[in-house]
């Protein structure tokens, strides 16, 4: 090929590489708060070098004609001036221009919201080419829980958090009442960031509670199962889309499933395995322990059919579910029930553990747990092994189910349990993440039994250093099956739960790191 055409062609990708990174839209991720600590602003694509972008501080919402700059644009900012502030620079590597504004503790600015957009420099034919998403954080003491006193319209335990297409997130179903009666809710809730508050969002196609939420390949969100309009385990599902902002039913499970699990398989298929099939109340409030299923299914989302899986060795319930680097999914412990000739069952709490295999299709013995537990989260702590602390570790017709204490990692790439230095309160129920710095804080939860849990307001630290729990900082409120999500700007925030009584709660509260 000639040199001046291969010239040309070159030319040319480059401007349609340019052209197309111009039409996109310009993103503006902000993170940070915490007091003392870092605010970062992020404004991406760019076009490097070509793009200079302009990032704009403000205390307060706009809004602000961009004719103030140029007569002959008639858009506006979604933030004031007020500041006299403008961070701006060249896109840089990768097409980002970052800012980076270091803060330290100011109880003024506790509660203070800053927003901010960002804009780039074309000069033609108009002075600003794209105009990003606007974006806010709000300030609080680091290392603490902060109460702004945001709640949503409706109390809810055992709900679900998705985050959307524009920047806000849903909080989707849950039981409203007691922890004990609790009703499913069939409403759903977006929180806004910019305003701070929630909004009704679509309604889902039935209420649902203590229910399982999976992230699809496609990016869309499958619910599955949980406790229905009569609190009674359900098989119907449906398809949540964050970018249309629907639910829609989707093909039902062959049965009703609540304390089940729900696992994005590697082949994009959902592996669902145990749970209550019902929910007995006679002649004791145990007697719901009978109805944990070994039944398991397999949901593809590509035709939105269910098809039968291997058995568990065990019936489960409430038990816990880790994907392997493999693909094999660990199941581990649950609420269970073994057969007694004289009396027929009795209930049990399993240390006992599965393997499952999707390629074989197989379900296999695994090694137990150091110790038995149900109703907690694995706590991915990095580098394939996952920590494991408290839940129900007890469950006789003498023993109603009482929390343990007791923790271990396991390790996915070994396949071994090693237990770990104990949590200062026995809880379950409750919710954990990650600090940074080899720490996890663990968070509320309830002690006392399973017929008579008592909210926890507690928190405690997990040191990978160290293998042990020490003191966290005290929530704003007692919370036991809250819903938690770790928010674009850095934060995590925490929905709901049962609080000090039992009652189901609308508050809210944000940790800061």
């Given at each position: 090929m000639p040199t001046a055409t291969l010239l040309r062609l070159t030319l040319l990708s480059s401007l349609l590489v340019a052209t197309h990174l111009r039409a996109q839209a310009l993103e503006l991720d902000v993170t940070g708060g915490s007091l003392p600590g870092v605010v970062v602003a992020d404004a991406y694509p760019g076009v490097v070098p070509n793009d200079i972008v302009l990032i704009v501080p403000s205390l307060t919402t706009g809004p602000t004609p961009l004719a103030w700059a140029d007569p002959v644009d008639p858009r506006v900012l979604d933030v004031g001036l007020e500041l006299n502030t403008i961070w701006g620079g060249y896109a840089g590597v990768g097409g980002h221009f970052t800012f980076n504004l270091p803060l330290g503790f100011d109880p003024t600015l506790v509660d203070l919201p800053l927003y901010f957009q960002s804009l780039t420099v074309v000069w033609t034919p108009t002075l600003f080419g794209r105009v990003s998403n606007p974006n806010v954080i709000r300030f609080a003491a680091a290392a603490a829980f902060r109460d702004r006193q945001v709640t949503s319209f409706n109390e809810r335990a055992f709900a679900t958090v998705i985050p959307r297409a524009d920047r806000k997130w849903l909080l989707a179903g849950g039981g409203r009442g007691l922890l004990l009666a609790q009703v499913a809710d069939q409403t759903t809730e977006i929180y806004d960031p910019l305003t701070d508050s929630f909004a009704y969002g679509p309604v889902m196609t039935t209420p649902r509670s203590i229910h399982t939420a999976t992230q699809l390949p496609s990016g869309r969100w499958l619910l599955a199962g949980g406790v229905g309009p009569n609190n009674d385990p359900q098989a119907l599902c449906e398809i949540y889309d964050p970018v249309l902002d629907t639910f829609t039913a989707s093909a039902p499970m062959s049965i009703p499933r609540m304390g089940h699990t729900a696992t994005l398989l590697p082949n994009g298929k959902v592996f669902v395995a145990g749970g209550l099939r019902a929910l007995t109340v006679t002649p004791t409030q145990l007697s719901a322990v009978h109805d944990a299923t070994n039944l398991t299914e397999i949901y593809d989302p590509v035709t939105d059919t269910w098809t039968p899986g291997p058995n568990l060795t065990t019936p489960r319930a409430g038990h816990m579910a880790v994907l392997r680097p493999n693909g094999t999914v660990m199941l581990a412990g649950g609420i269970s029930w073994d057969t007694v000739i004289i009396v027929g069952w009795l209930p049990t709490v399993r240390r006992s553990c599965d393997l499952y295999d999707p390629v074989g299709g197989t379900i296999a013995a695994a090694p137990q747990m150091t110790r038995?537990?149900?109703?907690?989260?694995?706590?991915?702590?990095?580098?394939?092994?996952?920590?494991?602390?408290?839940?129900?570790?007890?469950?006789?017709?003498?023993?109603?189910?009482t929390p343990t204490n007791t923790a271990e990692i396991y390790?996915?790439?070994?396949?071994?349990?090693?237990?770990?230095?104990?949590?200062?309160t026995a809880r379950g129920n409750h919710k954990a993440w990650a600090l940074g710095g080899g720490q996890f804080l663990f968070t509320g939860g309830a002690d006392g039994t399973i017929i008579n849990p008592v909210s926890l307001a507690t928190t405690e630290i997990f040191s990978i250093a160290t293998n042990t729990f020490s003191a966290g900082p005290a929530m704003n409120f007692a919370r036991a099956g809250a819903a938690a999500f770790a928010t674009p700007q850095g934060q995590v925030q925490l929905f709901g739960g049962a609080t000090t009584g039992g009652s189901i709660t609308n508050t809210t509260e944000w940790y800061y790191f």
């Open positions: 038995a537990r149900s109703l907690i989260d694995p706590v991915p702590l990095g580098n394939d092994r996952w920590l494991l602390a408290g839940g129900i570790g007890g469950l006789t017709l003498t023993n109603l189910g390790d996915a790439v070994a396949n071994t349990w090693t237990a770990v230095g104990p949590m200062a």
